[in-house]
C-alpha cells in the first residue's frame, strides 16, 4: 500500500522559510515522479512543484519559482520542498502526490492534479504579514 506522509509546515513571518517533507512507502520510489500542490482558503487547489524519477527535470509553478527549491533523496523515499522568501499568498494545505512515471510523459503532465494517483494528508503551511 502506497502512504505520502508530508511533514514540516507550520507558521512563519513573511519573508520567512520552511521546509516540507514527503516521505513515501509501499513504493519503488525511483520509478515515482513526486509533485506538491496547494490549497489555499477558499480555493482550487494548484500546483507548486514537481520532480522527474530521477530528479533530471524539475517544474515549478510560476508564482514560485525563484523562492521554492524540489529535491529527492532516492535512497530514502523522501522528497523536500524548500520554500524561501515566504509571501503571505503562500498561505495553503500542501499535499504531496505520486505516481509511477510514463514513458509518454511530457512537462504538461506534471502539473496536472489529475494525473497523480497517491496523495499525502496535506500540511498547513501559514504566512503571516
Known amino acids: 500500500q502506497v502512504q505520502l506522509v508530508e511533514v514540516g509546515g507550520g507558521l512563519v513571518q513573511a519573508g520567512g522559510s520552511l521546509r516540507l517533507s514527503c516521505a513515501a512507502s509501499g513504493v519503488t520510489f525511483t520509478t515515482y515522479v513526486t509533485g506538491w500542490f496547494r490549497q489555499p482558503p477558499g480555493n482550487e487547489r494548484e500546483f507548486v512543484a514537481a520532480?522527474?524519477?530521477?530528479?533530471?527535470?524539475?517544474y515549478y509553478a510560476d508564482s514560485v519559482k525563484g523562492r521554492f527549491t524540489l529535491a529527492r533523496v532516492n535512497a530514502r523515499n523522501v522528497v523536500y520542498l524548500e520554500m524561501a522568501s515566504l509571501k503571505p499568498e503562500d498561505t495553503a494545505v500542501y499535499y504531496c502526490a505520486a505516481r509511477q512515471a510514463r514513458p509518454t510523459d511530457t512537462s504538461t503532465t506534471y502539473y496536472r492534479a489529475n494525473e497523480y494517483d497517491y496523495w499525502g494528508q496535506g500540511t498547513q503551511v501559514t504566512v503571516s504579514s
Open positions: 520532480i522527474s524519477r530521477n530528479a533530471g527535470s524539475t
